[in-house]
């Protein structure tokens, strides 16, 4: 069965920061794009003081948590359509299965396991290097599809991306 044509093709792969360099709080949090790819992604937000919403104990604020989930989340449905259309969070639902370790890291990754005419259906984890099978947080998410025309930023910054203007994890 052949694969669908994907909208952000151009940009699947490692490091491609300009699929979320529009996103003031995904910048805010120093998050990175690991990877990309049809139907998934992979984010990171380095490990940082700013990050920590009980410093005594070195716990991350569970807002840096959520926001890495649902950024994972949306960037995955992004990766997912044929036709790029704006999206907005329905329902985002997390377990948090333990407190992430101090002094590390965050991953996220997720998948858009359905895509149907007006709603995305993702899977998301959070995880530190290394611990993909023992996450401290799971996610179960739906996107609307189509919820505004597209915003100004996203297209410059996709549309800069796909004409090898400028990366935004390179100096410029």
Do not use: W
Not at 82 to 101: C, E, H, N
Not at 106 to 114: F, H, I, Q, S, V
Not at 131 to 159: H, N, Q, R
């Amino acid at each position: 069965m052949k694969e669908p044509d994907f909208a952000l093709r151009d940009f699947f792969g490692e490091r491609r920061q300009e699929l979320i360099s529009h996103i003031p709080h995904a910048v805010e949090l120093g998050m990175k794009v690991e990877e990309a790819g049809a139907r998934r992604a992979l984010l990171r937000i380095p490990r940082g003081e700013r990050l920590l919403g009980a410093a005594s104990r070195g716990v991350v604020f569970g807002g840096v948590i959520t926001t890495l989930l649902d950024q994972v989340g949306g960037t995955a449905v992004m990766c997912s359509q044929r036709d790029l259309t704006a999206i907005a969070t329905i329902d985002l639902r997390i377990d948090y299965m333990r407190p992430s370790t101090p002094g590390r890291d965050l991953l996220g990754y997720a998948e858009c396991y359905r895509l149907t005419r007006n709603v995305a259906f993702v899977k998301s984890r959070a995880f530190h290097d290394g611990e993909f099978d023992d996450p401290f947080a799971i996610s179960l998410s739906t996107y609307m599809l189509a919820s505004s025309a597209a915003a100004p930023g996203v297209v410059k910054a996709l549309e800069a991306g796909r004409s090898g203007k400028r990366r935004a994890d390179k100096p410029q």
